[in-house]
């Protein structure tokens, strides 16, 4: 069968479409030209009306009165002058065309003097590095032409490059970090030193895209972050890789920042954290801000090194279970956190086997936060004990399902004093404060994207979670309350964030003193509302009274020193209204407290049960030696 030709509308419908909009195009540019004094005025009509309106707005309401007639007398004047109208008429198109002029200056077609020879010099400085002798068309040489190697670049208002893409040879070998880095120190000295500069290779296009990165802000302070549970916000870094952002607030005022969100919990891959950095760099400032958050919704053990008391603030407070800065106490929590672990790992797993959900107080995240373990190594080591970072293996290798999340903070100094758990284990890695490629390497496994730089603020380091990117980190402001150098709104802002006092449990009272009571007076016998033990004299006296109800021999008299004799019905049948007393200067013998002991085991009962009869022979044979030493 013949095939049919398509419809010419079909056929040449592309060509017709292209020729309409051309033709469309150009009758608007024809339009704009033969209408734009109109476009101008009618721009300029505008811009005076906002201007009236917020000149309007700006005047006081007791003064809008007067202006109204004043406005009012123009008008009547205009309109009485013979063409008043119409000369007002031409003063407004006048003053519109002018308000409505385009304002934009002509962009300069080129660079100045000065950025040419920026650019000239940083052409020059790369050409050892991405020429070759081999190279038939060298794309850098000395002397040649830098606009082909740099084909964007842009300028801030100091004259330094602000952005700048960079072409390079095929044969450069941009997949070695070595040749990289050089490449990069480069660029960021000859563009201007004191800034971070980030780089984007494009191995594939063979270009290089250099841009400076604007100081991240120092000024976000503690506060309540809009996160969920098992998310905790590290920092605050650039919007580079970072596709979220976070609302926070300074002051009054209110703006979104993106940040670096560490996620833990029964599906984080990396359920622990380890923070280095040089002493200063604001590594306690990060283990407080985390446990600001932790307390939210989970409970905290806090390790602290240092012994300066950075963690006071916390100590006695709702979810805090403890604050040790001794190394007793230290083994002590370490010791019962391992134990926890296990615990909810048994618990946990007899729940599972029986089809069950795991209980409740296996689901509630327990923190450990240390500061400076490797202080305690050096102690225990030295007192012959066990080191406390081997107590934290069990937390570490198994803390993820329990809910147990793991934080040591340290120097960078010692890091060789950490243990293996804790450098295996802690796979979110943060570095603040200065370091060199290779520490930063050694720490987080990759270099940052970001050049180095000099100085850095409290707080300010990287952070790498597992094997994600580096970010840049600024640690959020939590300054220990207590310190006197701490600024009074810093202080109060961080007393704000902290749970209240844990109120002491029911029933828990705090003991008394033991009082002392002056020689030669008794102290006297408990009631039934105190329910306490008998003193130790008179609960003699009374066992001897009780277990002599029986005829005894002869009665025992202990006279006194200078006090009239005792009276002789002490230890007869019939009870004696008060207790017999022994003087305070003579010490009564070592028998008679024997004979105490032996014969009353129990003092309360004793004043009420009745004698046991295997005890009252040896109180008769201990009778005349009584009798005969007084």
Not at 17 to 26: F, I, P, V
Request: net charge negative.
């Amino acid at each position: 069968m013949a095939r049919r030709p398509l419809p010419r509308i079909l056929s040449n419908g592309s060509a017709q479409l292209a020729r309409s909009r051309e033709l469309a195009r150009t009758a608007a540019d024809s339009a704009t030209d033969v209408l734009h004094p109109l476009i101008t005025i009618m721009r300029g009509l505008r811009r005076l009306a906002a201007a009236g309106r917020r000149r309007w707005t700006e005047t006081p309401k007791e003064r809008r009165g007067a202006l109204l007639f004043l406005v009012a007398s123009v008008i009547l004047v205009v309109a009485l002058v013979p063409y008043g109208p119409l000369l007002a008429a031409i003063t407004l198109m006048a003053a519109a065309a002018w308000q409505g002029r385009d304002r934009s200056g002509a962009a300069p077609d080129g660079p100045d003097e000065s950025q040419t020879q920026r650019l000239k010099s940083l052409y020059e400085a790369l050409v050892p590095y991405f020429s070759a002798a081999e190279d038939p068309e060298p794309l850098y040489s000395h002397g040649g032409a830098w606009d082909k190697a740099f084909p964007t670049y842009a300028f801030d208002g100091g004259g330094r490059i602000a952005q700048l893409v960079v072409r390079y040879p095929a044969y450069f070998t941009d997949g070695e970090a070595e040749a990289r880095a050089r490449i990069e120190h480069l660029l960021a000295a000859k563009s201007g030193r004191g800034r971070e500069y980030h780089f984007t290779w494009d191995e594939e296009g063979n270009q290089l895209t250099v841009g400076v990165l604007l100081p991240l802000p120092v000024d976000i302070v503690a506060q309540r972050f809009v996160t969920t549970p098992g998310e905790t916000v590290l920092g605050f870094t650039d919007p580079t890789r970072v596709h979220r952002t976070l609302p926070v607030t300074h002051g009054e005022e209110q703006r979104d920042v993106p940040p670096v969100v560490w996620r833990t919990g029964l599906r984080s891959t990396e359920p622990h954290l380890l923070a280095l950095g040089q002493p200063g760099s604001g590594t306690s400032t990060l283990l407080r801000s985390i446990a600001l958050q932790a307390l939210l919704h989970g409970d905290v053990v806090i390790v602290d090194g240092g012994g300066t008391g950075e963690y006071a603030c916390l100590t006695g407070r709702d979810g805090v279970l403890a604050v040790e800065a001794g190394l007793a106490g230290v083994t002590a929590s370490l010791e019962w956190a391992a134990t926890e672990t296990e615990r909810r790992l048994i618990a946990a797993n007899r729940a599972h086997q029986a089809g069950d959900p795991p209980p409740a107080d296996t689901k509630r995240p327990l923190w450990i936060l240390l500061d400076r373990p490797t202080a305690f190594t050096h102690l225990a080591a030295a007192d012959g004990r066990k080191d406390p970072q081997s107590l934290l293996q069990v937390p570490l290798r198994h803390g993820r399902p329990a809910n147990v999340t793991v934080v040591v903070a340290d120097q960078l100094d010692s890091v060789d004093a950490l243990s293996d758990p804790v450098r295996q284990h802690t796979r979110a890695r943060v570095v603040l404060g200065l370091a060199t490629a290779d520490q930063l390497e050694s720490v987080l496994g990759a270099l940052p994207p970001t050049t180095l730089i000099d100085e850095l603020p409290p707080g300010r380091g990287y952070a790498r979670l597992g094997t994600g990117p580096v970010h840049r980190l600024q640690v959020p402001a939590t300054p220990n309350p207590y310190d006197d150098a701490t600024p009074d709104a810093l202080c109060e802002t961080v007393l704000a964030l902290l749970p209240p006092r844990t109120d002491p449990a029911d029933g828990e009272t705090i003991p008394e003193q033991e009082q002392h009571w002056p020689e030669g007076e008794a102290k006297p016998a408990p009631t039934d509302a105190e329910p306490q033990q008998a003193p130790a004299e008179p609960q003699k006296t009374e066992s001897v009274q009780v277990l002599t109800e029986e005829p005894a021999p002869e009665p025992v008299h202990v006279p006194a020193k200078d006090a009239a004799p005792a009276p002789a019905s002490a230890l007869t049948t019939e009870p004696a209204p008060e207790p017999v007393q022994v003087p305070a200067e003579e010490p009564a013998p070592e028998s008679v407290h024997a004979l105490a002991k032996e014969a009353a085991p129990d003092p309360v009962p004793a004043l009420t049960a009745e004698p046991a009869p295997d005890h009252v022979p040896a109180l008769t044979d201990h009778v005349p030696a009584l009798t005969k030493e007084t």
